[in-house]
């Protein structure tokens, strides 16, 4: 059975930090582009909204164990972690260049085409994943297996009727004999 109130709290939570991330991003922004870069700003709330929601989904896996809440908390660990994964690699470094060229249009006075903007946006992802996978395939084939040295120690097992020692300090523990 699904708890009721893990549902509203995974509901009510992201409206919440959605309405926070923008009074924040509204607070801090420069009173200069008030109205500028709107796109950047939205994707800036969404990847904070992102970042806040891996960080809650412990206290949430947590809860969800406690009370059996029944919520399938491994695929929302996936879905999280895919979400930060796009966002680190793809969408963060596209809107960066995209407002970087934003910025070149307001302090060059000239318009740079928006056809012209998405290509450069778009290469310079790819170049990202590119340097992102064959950092990947370099570091899994260098250290992609581990040699880990296990000892194997085998005892008698003692029978039910036997008396278990008792662990502790034969005297005062922490004290040293004279």
Not at 60 to 89: Q, R
Not at 116 to 121: C, M, N, P, Q, Y
Request: charged share 10%.
């Amino acid at each position: 059975m699904v708890d009721v109130a893990l549902v509203l709290v995974m509901c009510i939570t992201p409206i919440a930090l959605a309405v926070i991330n923008s009074l924040m991003i509204i607070h801090y922004q420069n009173k200069l582009e008030a109205t500028y870069a709107i796109p950047t700003k939205i994707i800036i709330a969404i990847g904070l909204i992102v970042g806040e929601c891996c960080v809650l989904m412990l206290p949430f896996d947590v809860a969800n164990t406690t009370v059996d809440g029944g919520l399938p908390i491994s695929g929302l660990w996936k879905a999280v972690y895919i979400a930060v994964g796009v966002f680190t690699i793809a969408v963060f470094p596209f809107f960066f260049v995209w407002h970087q060229s934003d910025v070149a249009d307001l302090t060059d006075g000239g318009a740079v085409s928006v056809f012209k903007r998405v290509v450069t946006s778009i290469i310079t992802v790819l170049i990202i994943i590119g340097i992102f996978a064959l950092i990947c395939v370099v570091a899994y084939l260098f250290f992609g297996v581990a040699e880990v040295p296990v000892t194997r120690l085998d005892s008698a097992v003692l029978a039910e009727t036997d008396k278990i020692p008792e662990v502790g300090c034969p005297e005062p523990c922490g004290s040293r004999p004279g």
